[in-house]
């Protein structure tokens, strides 16, 4: 009996810590304001076989409001079309040869966009973002009230069922950073949209000081406080938005894996500590229903169904603001939770052990740190 209550206890509290980790989610704020001097932008675009979305991407930028300086597309050793669809929409193209063993895909092409970049403001953004017709007018107004780094989680769009899986770990990456808190105390970026600017960009070191970590944005923006350069993370909308892993469950899986332990390795102690609560009362709850019920506990049934209708209330709530999954993925959120522990867990044996893991036809090294 003082089990269950134990148990009981733990739930409550999660649901209680919910509404510190998720207490306000920043979106990117659509101010309406008219920009008639603002600093050139060059945008830089690390591609390696991403002739899938980078038609897309390119085409949105062709149609933004505000003028794009400069569009650089950094072909990392692709072994697609990558390269022939940048130059077909106009992009400047740097085609990479094979990056040197020290460094990662990603920050070797970041890096070397960056050496030719003109701009005065530095714009990153992965193959898969989308932005609608005001994005760049959107990334550019914050960076301008803020007067600092800008980095947004884009919002994040499905549309197969596998891709529902990738929403609890939305959430565990925005509570883990934490973006929506009370008072934002972010410990890194969102690697898929960084504006920075080249001065501050310099400051750091670029992607060169970080040219051996799996998440090179984390490293950054703990890099960007260390030199005591402060950033502002956002949640983006339906102007910035992106969707992930579209090739099938196995790059979903191969994604999370590289990313999710390393992630969690850089939070800090009292953030780990209520997202593991968080995540605890989220497994608790289905257990102790189906526990229940195999009992004939009929107290604890009622109990327990009526804290896993309010866990699937909560989770809607909360996902309808970060992105755009269906509505199984919320009733069925045990499932979710099973792939994400599982994710985790190898995840986290991988970094453990300096394993390796494949990702975009390259084998990287999870055990570097960040």
């Given amino acids: 009996m003082e089990l269950i209550a134990l148990e009981f206890v733990i739930v409550l509290v999660g649901m209680f810590v919910t509404a510190i980790l998720f207490y306000r989610l920043p979106v990117i704020p659509d101010?309406?304001?008219?920009?008639?001097?603002?600093?050139?932008?060059?945008?830089?675009?690390?591609?390696?076989?991403?002739?899938?979305?980078?038609?897309?991407?390119?085409?949105?930028?062709?149609?933004q409001t505000l003028p794009v300086y400069e569009i650089i597309c950094v072909d990392d050793a692709s072994e697609d079309s990558t390269a022939q669809i940048?130059?077909?929409?106009?992009?400047?193209?740097?085609?990479?040869?094979?990056?040197?063993?020290?460094?990662?895909?990603k920050a070797w092409a970041c890096q070397n966009g960056a050496n030719i970049a003109k701009g005065e403001l530095l714009l990153f953004l992965d193959a898969?973002?989308?932005?609608?017709?005001?994005?760049?007018r959107m990334l550019l107004q914050a960076y301008l009230k803020e007067g600092c780094t800008v980095s947004v989680q884009p919002y994040h769009k499905t549309k197969k069922n596998y891709e529902q899986f990738?929403?609890?770990?939305?959430?565990?990456?925005?509570?883990?950073?934490?973006?929506?808190?009370?008072?934002?105390?972010?410990?890194?970026?969102?690697?898929?949209?960084?504006?920075?600017?080249?001065?501050?960009?310099?400051?750091?070191?670029?992607?060169?000081?970080?040219?051996?970590s799996v998440i090179e944005d984390i490293a950054i923006g703990l890099q960007l406080k260390q030199s005591g350069l402060s950033f502002r993370l956002f949640i983006g909308n339906k102007d910035v938005s992106f969707r992930m892993y579209s090739e099938?469950?196995?790059?979903?899986?191969?994604?999370?894996?590289?990313?999710?332990?390393?992630?969690?390795?850089n939070t800090p102690a009292y953030i780990f500590t209520m997202?593991?609560?968080?995540?605890?009362?989220?497994?608790?709850?289905?257990?102790?229903?189906?526990?229940?019920?195999?009992?004939?506990?009929?107290?604890?049934?009622?109990?327990?169904?009526?804290?896993?209708?309010?866990?699937?209330?909560?989770?809607?709530?909360?996902?309808?603001?970060?992105?755009?999954?269906?509505?199984?993925?919320?009733i069925f959120y045990p499932v979710l939770m099973l792939v994400f522990v599982g994710v985790f867990t190898v995840s986290a044996l991988k970094k453990l052990f300096g394993l390796k893991v494949t990702w975009k036809g390259r084998a990287i090294e999870t055990g570097e740190k960040s």
């Fill in 31 to 63: 101010i309406k304001e008219d920009i008639s001097d603002y600093p050139l932008v060059s945008i830089i675009i690390p591609a390696r076989n991403e002739e899938a979305n980078l038609p897309l991407l390119l085409s949105d930028l062709i149609k």
């Fill in 86 to 105: 940048a130059l077909e929409y106009g992009a400047k193209l740097l085609s990479l040869p094979e990056k040197p063993n020290e460094w990662t895909g």
């Fill in 128 to 136: 898969d973002v989308r932005l609608g017709r005001d994005g760049i």
């Fill in 166 to 212: 990738s929403m609890l770990f939305n959430f565990v990456q925005i509570a883990a950073n934490g973006t929506a808190l009370p008072k934002q105390r972010s410990i890194g970026l969102y690697g898929p949209v960084i504006l920075i600017s080249r001065h501050d960009y310099l400051k750091i070191g670029g992607h060169e000081k970080q040219k051996k």
């Fill in 248 to 265: 099938g469950m196995r790059s979903l899986i191969q994604g999370w894996t590289k990313n999710i332990a390393a992630g969690a390795a």
């Fill in 275 to 330: 997202v593991f609560l968080w995540i605890t009362s989220l497994i608790s709850v289905p257990v102790n229903l189906i526990r229940s019920a195999i009992l004939m506990d009929w107290v604890w049934l009622v109990v327990y169904s009526v804290l896993n209708t309010i866990w699937v209330l909560i989770l809607a709530v909360i996902a309808k603001r970060i992105g755009h999954f269906k509505v199984w993925a919320f």
